[in-house]
């Protein structure tokens, strides 16, 4: 079964600071997607990026990024010039069949 | 469109109630799920459809019941409510399945005491 970790349960940076998330995952497929979603407070849930597994250029979404390392199963999101409308839960995901996501970071942006 | 609706809002049950929460979209995916979110423990898949007819079980499928008679709908249904159950339910939807974005509701928030 996958599964989806994510070793930080919350963070805070200063505004316009870069920051990074951590997500590592354990499968034995070989063709999948990775993402990142946002829940502000809100509690709507975001999408933020998106990566194929078998493409080895990382995604990027204006400000976000991502750091794809197939072989070590991590898949990191990288928040470049933070703001505070940044300030959420962030949940990395497996997918294939269907998607797992992991128990999420909680990000402060101060200000 | 309206998108992922869920309803209701918000609901309190006693221990050993049964209710449905309903979800509906109008997007035409064929792909519809449900989780619960607890604190320290993020989303976890409780049923998913892959389609009209077709329903698999998730992660934590103990205590849910769902059928796909529809496209657009695809309830859930808790057969004897039990406190470990109070959380906040969430149904999402998409167009090509777990490799696609997933649409999310608006979420129920229960309560059972």
């Known amino acids: 079964a996958q599964t989806v970790t994510q070793s930080q349960p919350e963070m805070s940076v200063q505004e316009a600071e870069t920051v990074t998330l951590s997500c590592t995952y354990d499968?034995?497929?070989?063709?999948?997607?990775l993402f990142w979603y946002k829940q502000p407070p809100s509690r709507q849930m975001i999408l933020v990026i998106r990566?194929?597994?078998?493409?080895?250029q990382n995604a990027t979404e204006n400000r976000f990024s991502v750091n794809f390392q197939k072989a070590a199963k991590s898949f990191s999101l990288k928040i470049s010039d933070s703001q505070l409308g940044d300030t959420a839960m962030y949940f990395c995901?497996?997918?294939?069949?269907?998607?797992?996501f992991g128990k999420g970071t909680r990000l402060h942006i101060l200000p | 469109n309206a998108g992922v609706t869920q309803t209701p809002k918000f609901q309190v049950l006693k221990t050993g109630q049964s209710m449905t929460l309903q979800c509906a979209q109008d997007?035409?995916?064929?792909?519809m799920s449900w989780y619960r979110q607890d604190p320290g423990m993020g989303l976890r898949l409780i049923h998913y459809?892959?389609?009209?007819?077709?329903?698999d079980q998730g992660e934590v499928p103990n205590g849910y019941n769902v059928s796909r008679s529809t496209t657009e709908d695809f309830p859930l249904r808790l057969l004897s409510a039990a406190p470990s159950q109070t959380s906040v339910y969430f149904c999402?939807?998409?167009?090509?399945?777990?490799?696609?974005?997933?649409?999310f509701g608006p979420g129920t928030r229960l309560t059972v005491t």
């Open positions: 499968t034995s497929e070989n063709n999948y997607y």
């Open positions: 995901a497996f997918g294939d069949d269907k998607i797992i």
């Open positions: 990566q194929e597994a078998y493409k080895q």
């Open positions: 997007m035409n995916h064929e792909y």
């Open positions: 999402a939807s998409s167009y090509t399945g777990g490799v696609g974005e997933q649409y």
């Open positions: 459809s892959v389609g009209a007819g077709i329903t």
